[in-house]
């Protein structure tokens, strides 16, 4: 019976270390057939924009105005939008993201860096309102609201070698509590 339970806990042991060691896997066609795939990868992607009348957005030394829809962006490069208003206006608030899934973006200096791009279905939404009139008695500082963007973006690392560890030391812990729980209760 013991030795059941210790091979049990053994067998755990390489079950939890197999997960988390990747398997190289090779597959081959047995038949005499061979089967080409095709696909075309596009340079560019488009971003769709929809800006207010009264500012632009400046991409890769180009600017963009309300009358413009869309902007053609590098693939799988990180691209820097600057957000700029007329004279009378300022940014009230820029979101962007999927199509239907856009977010409020954090502006550092009217700008922010967007993720690579991986396909067309991005869009900028820049929403403009009319700066408020001073009368020359406040200190000249205007605040926006902004956001803290915290959702998981492309590029972001997880700590996998720390987990795996903590898992390999905390697995052989509980097989031998239970073993000695056991010859305890024997």
């Known amino acids: 019976m013991k030795q059941k339970k210790v091979l049990a806990g053994i067998a755990a042991l390489f079950i939890c270390s ?3 060691i990747p398997i190289q896997v090779h597959a ?3 038949s005499e057939g061979a089967t080409t795939i095709t696909t075309t990868v596009p340079d560019t992607h488009t971003v769709l924009l929809d800006i207010g009348e009264h500012g632009s957005v400046k991409i890769n030394d180009k600017t963009y105005t309300s009358k413009d ?6 693939r799988l490069g990180e691209q820097r939008y600057i957000i700029q208003s007329d004279k009378g206006w300022q940014i009230d608030n820029v979101r962007y993201g999927s199509e239907g899934q856009q977010e409020m973006i954090n ?3 009217n700008a922010f860096t967007a993720p690579a791009i991986t396909s067309n279905n991005n869009r900028l939404i820049v929403s403009l309102k009319k700066a408020p009139t001073t009368s020359g008695t406040g200190n000249g500082s205007s605040s926006q609201n902004s956001q803290i ?3 998981v973006q492309t ?3 997880a700590r996998i070698t720390l987990w795996s560890m903590i898992a390999m030391f ?4 509980i097989v031998g509590t239970f073993a ?3 010859r305890k209760e024997r």
């Open 18 to 20: 197999a997960m988390l």
């Open 28 to 30: 081959t066609e047995q």
């Open 69 to 74: 829809s869309s902007a053609e962006i590098a």
């Open 107 to 109: 502006l550092r200096d």
């Open 149 to 151: 963007n915290t959702s």
């Open 155 to 157: 590029g972001d690392t």
């Open 170 to 173: 905390i697995c052989p812990g």
């Open 180 to 182: 000695v729980r056991y």
